[in-house]
């Protein structure tokens, strides 16, 4: 038999298995396996999940919050391999159904390299890496050269530096700017660009009566004193808030479902008012809303210039009735502080931050963690109304002893809970009971809670509520049940007077036979908790019993009168109240939990165990005695008695003040904020794919790195252990505000010179990146920039100043050589003239109002609405169609109107107003057959034109010298004779109203010029 004979291994085999493996090289063994399977997903072309493997540098970072693709030496910890390898549960490469699976060599060829120290030898890139800081916007400021001027042209055609470097520009072009526009056309249009309010005839008269001179110098002086003269007017700040207000998305309503009222946003409007017409250095205006309380303490504007991060859409379901810990309650706010984050860098740095929120921006060099460090500034801020005073004095006081008072309820915690982990089962007992017994005073039986009143701003308005038993009845007693409310933390007792009095009578207006069962009138009653209150009636006949409120009860900053249940008993028990007719002086009524009918409805909360509650916390009180050393009781009695002597100095405080602003919320629930953990930031942590239940490493506060590291600022913020969150913001406002920082300065500049012209020198004022727009002028830019910054200070109305003295601002927006131009730079790119533009939504409102002679120009204070408000209790709607527009409240400028988000004004919609949801760094400037309609149809514009007629029949007695009138208020000029013809005609047709709608509804009327 034979027998099998073990083969000789070859000198190959045995050679390959006694010798190192050859180490595997990039080039020949890893790069082929990445081209074939990788670069689709993952190359020039595309970066899924922000991972490239085409580019060394790339290729050795994180991508998507994830871990660096590739680690040196660890290739089960790299990512690249878990994917490949089939070792990640959640992530398969190339996906399933894909095809060009790597085979099992290729997988173990790739393990290899990484354990072998992944070496990627220099200048093999398959793709030359991008260097996305090589752009116009983030390279650094420097002062360009003024162009110097040819003599040739048209004298005096030069005017400053804009136009050297506008005009050197023209004459590539072989172009030649438009001459200046007449009198009445500049007056016209520097009084709308710089106070938004049409010249009166009589300033029209005057300045072109000095503009006539033959003597250039004393034209110049006249131009120059009416600028000085605008730029000082109160009107100046009204105006060009209004520009600031769309940037910063402002409203006066949350927004999302609900919609509900922010009735203290105002104060940070006034702000912006009061900013700009103190020419408020640019520099601190920008710090103040972002971190004014820090920077600037103790100052009014320092709180209320925070209501710039508050000023957007709130998710009030997604913050108060969702907690923290739930998913929805993580989404809300993680996209609450995304939008906190890209009001700022949108607002002052002109980028697009929001971009990195999933990925790595696509285009600029703003990474994932760059994003979420700029989220970790904001982490500790909620939206919640702020106190302060108007004496800057009072607000430092008062801040400091609520700071005072905040640490010393913390402190006091930290103690008791001490004291209570030594107090073992017998504590933990004792609290259960008095839980138990507070919860049997807590429950309301059903949600119809009992009658409530309308709400007083005064404690001693006089309240009544009475029951009609249907016919007379011989009484034993009467009962009245209190309520059980949670609101502010009332609870039990909700509602129910200091002092009272309970009648009965058979008169229904109780003027006459009134028998008094009882009065409470003399002094202040404690609060009955849920224990019914019986008064004894005596055998008393009467058909009508009435509870009189002389002293409301506090609810919050406000008073009111609240009952679960009234009842009278006869003498045979019967509660002869239950279902009868119920009146009262005023009631909220707002069904199923407040209403009339609740009072006798037999639902009340049941009676409140407050007595063997007492008796509990005494025993509870006697045993935390017997705990702990002396010491820790003593210096839990003195932080009490420090919290008690705060607490009384502050009651001694005026009433402040409240903004709505970014702020650390104290409140309870589920929107508790930070102020439960004395304001310490949350914690932030990159998200992979933006996506809240995926974070990866936790990121500190900081900025852009790019950015910060090419002009030398910081990346990364660092504090002490100690420090305030508002070190957070301190920091990010002063990188915001470096000098060094380029982006800040050309976008201030840039929006400025876009409300000037009607279109940025930068036409994406709102993005500065490389899918942005390049300027059309970037010497001009620069120059602009850098001379704002230091020889004007930040000084808006000497930038203001500079654009409106130039020639180029004064140009005619007809050119002699129109027909030329508009083939080479139809869309006046080059700015041979100056642009026609449309009034804004505000302009015309406020002209309307203005010519009509009825602007109240009242400054200031909370906002009039131009809408009546229905359901107000859970989502209200706003009814504008109910407002009456001759109502003189609503006749101020439209800079005080109450903007509200989910309804906004038709009227100013169909003009094109700003969306207050979004961020509007340009408004659109359409025309349509719907504006015509509303200017024609409009309640306010019909009801003006009624004003509009009367004004100018009582200030001219002739029908001619009154339709000259008209025209020149409603234009700014005299009217043609023609124009005389016509209109007198149609005066005699339709009558004068209709003739001022008419003049309201001409394009002349509507454009700047």
Known sequence: MLRAVPAIPSLLVLLSTSLPATPVEFVRDVRPIFEKHCYECHGADKQKSGFRLDVRQEAFTSGDGHAPNLLTGKSTESPLYRFISGMDDKVQMPPKGKGNALSQAEVATIKRWLDEGAVWPDGIDTAKVEDRMDWWAFKPLTLPDVPKQSTAGAPGISRNAIDAFIQTRLREYDATPAPEANAHTLIRRLNYDLIGLPPTPEEVAAFTREQSSADPAERERSYLALVDRLLASPRYG???????????????????????????????????????????????????????????????????????????????????????????????????????????????????????????????????????????????????????????????????????????????????????????????????????????????????????????????????????????AVLDRIAMRPCYDDFNGIGAGFGFPLRYRVEASDDPAFQKSVIRLASYEDKDAASPGTTPITIPANGTTARYVRVTATKLAPRKDDYIFALAEVQAHDTAGKNVAEGASVTALDSIEAPPRWRKANLVDAISPVVDDSGALAILQKEREELLATLGDTALHEELAETKQKRTETTKALATFPKPDVVYAGTIHHGTGAFAGTGSSGGKPRPIYLLKRGDVKTPAQEVGPGSITAISNQFHLAARFQFPDASTEGARRAALADWITARDNPLTWRSIVNRVWQHHFGRALVDTPNDFGRMGAKPTHPELLDWLAVSFRDDMQGSLKQLHKLIVMSHTYRQASESPFSHIMASRDGDNQLLWRQNRRKLDAECVRDTVLSISGELDLTMGGPSFQDFVIEKPQHSPHYEYNLHDPNDPKSHRRSIYRFIVRSQQQPFMTTLDCADPSMRVDKRNESISPLQALALLNNGLTVAMADHFANRVQHEATTLEAQIRRAVSLALGRPATSEEMQALSAYVRQHGFANLCRLLMNLNEFNFVD
């Not at 910063?248 to 900013?275: F, M, Q, S």
């Not at 020419?279 to 504007?301: C, H, K, M, N, S």
Request: aromatic share 10%.
């Open 238 to 472: 009204e105006r060009w808030a209004r520009h600031w207000l769309d940037l910063a998305h402002y409203g006066e309503t949350h927004g999302y479902d609900k919609d509900k009222l922010r009735l203290n946003a105002w104060p940070y409007r006034d702000y912006v008012i009061r900013a700009f017409n103190e020419d408020r250095a640019y520099a601190r205006f920008v710090q103040e809303q972002i971190a004014g309380d820090v920077l600037y303490p103790g100052t009014v504007d320092g709180i209320v210039a925070l209501g710039f991060i508050a000023a957007g859409p709130w998710d009030l379901i997604g913050h108060a009735e969702v907690p923290e810990s739930k998913i929805d309650g993580k989404i809300a706010r993680h996209l609450d502080r995304d939008d906190m984050v890209q009001n700022a860098m949108g607002a002052f740095t002109s980028l697009t931050v929001g971009c990195a929120q999933c990925h790595h921006h696509k285009f600029d060099p703003i990474t994932q963690e760059d994003y979420y460090a700029l989220q970790a500034v904001f982490s500790a801020l909620d939206r919640a109304d702020r106190k302060y005073f108007a004496d800057d004095r009072l607000t430092k006081q008062f801040n400091d002893l609520e700071a005072a008072q905040q640490t010393l309820a913390e402190k006091q915690k930290r103690l008791e809970d001490k004291l209570k982990s030594l107090g073992g089962e017998a504590l933990v007992n004792l609290d259960r009971r008095m839980e138990a017994s507070r919860q049997l005073g807590k429950g309301n039986l059903r949600t119809e809670f009992g009658y409530h009143s309308a709400i007083s701003s005064a404690q001693e308005a006089t309240k009544w509520v009475q029951v009609d038993l249907g016919h007379s």
